[in-house]
């Protein structure tokens, strides 16, 4: 098995284009082709994490947290990050990072969190913009059958809770074909006009490599027209941050004190307590100031995060409770929901589960 065995089935669960801008997301050392031994999955990579791979044997870690954040201008051990890269690399050991492609799948980091505390009813908080495509092209009427059931069949024609959508339109297409031209119908050289069938139909966007290529395995055409064009529909299954629901309403301390063991933290920073009980929740995992006005738009209880700042929890303004229960806390099920995907697809494979602490806080 090949390092890009394993990398696809992840990006089946958190395709890589669904990762923020600023991201670092993929294979950040190693090659694609690489046979591998065993898989570390970890949610930072350090160099503590690269001796524990080598250790058992594992030449890829599958790392939450990308290592290589910001652009690298040198490797000469001078700080943690090109320490722990050189090690990698010394050792033949691939880093792989998913980090913000998994925050905004809806099985991801923050459904993680929805888990631990039961929620129900569970949505995206942010839905990602410009994340459904549409196709347009023009197919002879006898094939569209033919074309319009091989695309559905690669993930086309899918969006909210439907599947299998698409318009179809009638119509007389013309074409000429010159010299050098192959025409499947007519003849080069005589303008040919042809009974067909517009067909639009929606895919996800970073299934557009894989839509065109089955388009054209199925389009008898020599040249197929085609357009493709982002719809401003909201998806409802990719976006960052979660909102669910209690099974039954909680009083504010309660709630904390619950939020306090699942997640093993040491402190919950919170603001103003409103002596109102708690319901519905949203929650985002890693820093998540800049949701806090989606989590009232939301009309949640609580707002779960972490790494909120002095002058954020004034943003609470008495209109929710804001709970900061620290960063790694917040993710530190993500590694576990890798572990178990990926034992589900590579059943008689070694993937390991990290048991390197790597939260760089401690609370005394």
Do not use: W
């Not at 006898?142 to 299998?164: C, P, Q």
């Not at 000429?176 to 895919?203: A, M, V, Y």
């Amino acid at each position: 098995m090949q390092i890009k065995d394993i990398t696809k089935a992840i990006e089946q669960l958190a395709p890589l284009p669904y990762a923020e801008g600023f991201d670092n997301v993929g294979l950040l050392t190693g090659t694609i082709d690489t046979e591998v031994t065993g898989v570390l999955v970890t949610l930072d990579t350090l160099e503590t994490v690269v001796d524990e791979a080598i250790e058992k044997n594992c030449n890829l870690i599958v790392s939450f947290h990308p290592i290589i954040f910001s652009g690298l201008k040198k490797l000469t051990g001078s700080n943690y990050v090109e320490r722990t890269v050189l090690k990698a690399i010394k050792n033949d050991i691939a880093i792989y990072a998913i980090h913000t492609a998994l925050d905004n799948s809806f099985n991801g980091v923050n459904d993680m969190i929805c888990e631990q505390l039961n929620l129900k009813n569970r949505k995206i908080l942010i839905p990602q913009q410009e994340s459904i495509k549409k196709l347009v092209t023009y197919v002879p009427k006898n094939e569209a059958t033919k074309v319009r059931e091989a695309l559905f069949a690669v993930g086309a024609g899918s969006i909210g809770n439907y599947d299998h959508c698409s318009f179809n339109l009638e119509g007389l297409g013309s074409f000429r074909g010159n010299e050098d031209s192959n025409p499947s119908i007519g003849e080069k050289g005589s303008t040919h006009f042809e009974q067909e069938t517009q067909l639009n139909i929606t895919f996800p966007k970073h299934l557009q490599k894989l839509i065109l290529k089955t388009l054209f395995e199925n389009h008898s055409y020599e040249e197929v027209a085609y357009e493709i064009t982002t719809l401003e529909n909201t998806n409802q299954h990719i976006g960052i941050g979660m909102t669910g629901e209690l099974e039954e309403r909680m009083e504010e301390t309660a709630f904390l004190e619950l939020l306090k063991k699942t997640f093993h933290t040491g402190c919950i920073r919170h603001s103003k307590l409103l002596n109102k009980p708690i319901k519905k929740i949203a929650v985002l995992g890693g820093s998540g100031s800049f949701a806090i006005e989606h989590a009232k738009k939301a009309d949640a209880d609580m707002y779960i995060t972490a790494d909120l700042k002095y002058h954020d929890f004034y943003k609470a303004e008495e209109k929710l409770v804001l709970a900061d229960i620290g960063h790694f806390e917040s993710e530190q099920f993500t590694k576990s929901l890798l572990v178990s995907y990926l034992k589900k697809k590579f059943a008689n494979f070694a993937v390991v589960l990290s048991n390197t602490d790597t939260n760089p806080i401690k609370y005394f």
